[in-house]
């Protein structure tokens, strides 16, 4: 069985890849839009971070208004912008991005088990996944490094280098 601080473990080492990626970046690149079709950082991240609230209420069994429909990040909304002025500045987008992937991890830290074994709360996941517990691997980590993954690729595109994959770390205190 999976244990909250192994989700954590990669979840953390995701964080530091992510961060890798986006490093470098000024604001002006954030929003480049290789060959005008590419979903841009600035998207990427933002789209990425409307799932960390939402990760944090499923877990406490309250009602989520579905991400997918919010206009700027949501999959069914406009799709990415060529102006940086709707998302904020690269610095700014990033940290919250961090900030909500910390957010996330003390939730699942302090979750307690019935937390996982409730039905999600949004109506289209609780048709495809039974619990919290079976749905929480496939956002975490599947949906967010795929869109990590989207940021390499972008990378590429934009003419600008590979990043070196950081160090594993492990947050302190999370063995114990």
Do not use: C
Not at 11 to 21: C, F, I, K, P, T
Not at 42 to 66: F, K, M, N, S, T
Not at 157 to 173: E, F, T
Request: no cysteine; hydrophobic share 45%.
């Amino acid at each position: 069985m999976f244990t909250p601080a192994s989700i954590i473990y990669a979840w953390d080492n995701q964080l530091g890849y992510a961060l890798a990626l986006l490093d470098d970046l000024t604001d002006e690149q954030f929003i480049l839009r290789p060959q005008g079709r590419m979903n841009h950082p600035a998207w990427i991240v933002g789209h990425i971070a409307a799932y960390h609230p939402v990760i944090i209420q499923l877990l406490r069994g309250e009602p989520v208004v579905d991400p997918k429909d919010d206009p700027l990040f949501g999959f069914a909304g406009h799709g990415p912008l060529d102006e940086l002025a709707p998302y904020g500045s690269k610095r700014a987008m990033v940290d919250r991005f961090a900030a909500g992937h910390e957010q996330v991890a003390q939730a699942l830290l302090a979750a307690k088990p019935e937390d996982f074994h409730r039905p999600p709360t949004l109506e289209r996941w609780a048709k495809q996944y039974p619990t919290v517990e079976f749905m929480l691997p496939d956002l975490l980590l599947h949906h967010e490094s795929l869109h990590i993954g989207q940021i390499s690729i972008w990378r590429r595109a934009a003419g600008l280098p590979a990043v070196k994959l950081p160090a594993r770390s492990i947050r302190p205190g999370l063995i114990k």
